[in-house]
């Protein structure tokens, strides 16, 4: 019976680690360890810091159906996919909003800008204000539903073109990336 306090502190200090295992921490954010999008349950893929002039910006995390390490394969692939951002600092609307449009520029051809105009319009409507510290945001990229963005948990719209959710995904998985730390810790290959 001597182990018996053993087991006793192990039941009351198990729920705890139970609860670390289910997230991870990036520079000082939490990023639950598993997502569900349309039905499909999701696994973070990996995550990275924005830096913007030495600024850290946002928290940048990947979450995919199973574990990638190609930006191609997790644009493309055929299942729901999620860019969860947490807002490290205080960033207003319209620098967000830009950032996020010149993402999309240096992923499409004049052409393709030209064929989506309507959607890059729609997309940067979506965002209603300005971006605070704290704030989280999710774009999901769903095959037959297109870009869903959500904020703090609230939806605040949808693009409905599975074309033009493979190059909101290229803003961060693509040949020339918002930032190429981000990319390379989105692309871990599950942690």
Known sequence: MQYGWILALALVLLPGFAGAADSREVSGVDLPRHVTV??????LNGAGVRTRFFFRVYVGALYTAEPVTSGASAITMDAPRRVHLAMLRDVDRETMVDALQEGLER?????EQE???GHIR????LFPGDFNEG???????????????RMNGRELGRVDSDAFA???LAIWLGDEPADDDVKAGMLQGGE
Do not use: K, Q, Y
Not at 135 to 149: H, L, M, N, W
């Open 38 to 43: 349309a039905g499909t349950e999701l696994a």
């Open 107 to 111: 992923t499409m051809s004049p052409a």
């Open 115 to 117: 064929r989506h105009a």
């Open 122 to 125: 729609a997309f940067r409507e």
């Open 135 to 149: 704030d989280r945001g999710d774009i999901d990229a769903i095959p037959g539903e297109g870009v869903v963005v």
């Open 166 to 168: 493979r190059f909101v």
